[in-house]
């Protein structure tokens, strides 16, 4: 079975503009988690989303954002990008919180 | 609020040396608890979980960790390292209420001379 998979793997933008990272889960999957790996902080939990609605919120300002669509594929954006913004963001997907998939993740580079 | 914490940040050992790494959580209830790793340039992976039963947990690659629910620890063990365990390891744990997210400790790096 496909893996989860996210897109662009890379994404150079200038401080201030806006971000979209996007993630297709495993297929059956309907959670989609999103992460920030910043260097040495380890993975810090962004959003939770499942059966299109918002479940949980990790420690983060309101401009990162997102959305999970009729197919379980998700969006992550992030407003008034910030210098500190830089860092791999992470996908996962679970079924029913038994077992979580990571995709490859997002390396997102604030200029 | 659920929490982890990993003692150590890096871990530098030879090759046949036996490894520990600590994880401590805080939660007040039921938890589901992993070990991910993270090998240079490659995404996440699962090395073991532990739901309930055993609380002595065999992963993949000769890994193992046990639940102490006393102490609140999940510490991952292996006998004997090889070079190719360099990698990231993540300790995370989610709790059984609903809404409760996986929450990861800040990682330890291992890093294993041949």
């Known amino acids: 079975e496909a893996g989860v998979t996210q897109s662009p793997t890379h994404l150079i933008k200038t401080r201030g503009q806006q971000a979209t990272l996007r993630c297709s889960p495993i297929s059956g999957h309907t959670s989609v988690y999103w992460y920030q790996q910043a260097l040495g902080l380890g993975l810090q939990f962004l959003l939770w989303y499942d059966e299109g609605e918002e479940r949980n919120r990790g420690n983060f300002p309101p401009r990162f954002s997102g959305r999970q669509f009729p197919n379980y594929s998700s969006e992550l954006n992030v407003n008034a990008l910030e210098l500190e913004d830089s860092a791999l963001y992470l996908c996962?997907?679970?079924?029913?919180?038994?077992?979580?998939?990571f995709g490859s993740g997002t390396r997102l580079t604030v200029v | 609020a659920q929490s982890v914490s990993q003692h150590n940040h890096h871990v530098i050992l030879s090759e046949a040396a036996s490894l520990e790494l600590g994880c401590n959580y805080s939660y007040g209830g039921t938890v589901n608890l992993f070990w991910y790793v993270q090998y240079p340039g490659q995404h996440l992976q699962l090395l073991l979980k532990?739901?309930?039963?055993?609380?002595l947990v065999k992963g993949i690659k000769g890994f193992e960790a046990e639940f102490i629910k006393s102490k609140f620890s999940f510490n991952l063990r292996k006998p004997s390292v090889q070079w190719s365990d360099t990698a990231e390891y993540f300790c995370a744990v989610k709790g059984n209420q609903a809404g409760t997210a996986l929450i990861f400790g800040k990682g330890t790096t291992l890093s294993v001379s041949s």
């Open positions: 532990y739901f309930s039963g055993d609380p």
């Open positions: 996962a997907s679970s079924l029913e919180g038994l077992g979580y998939t």
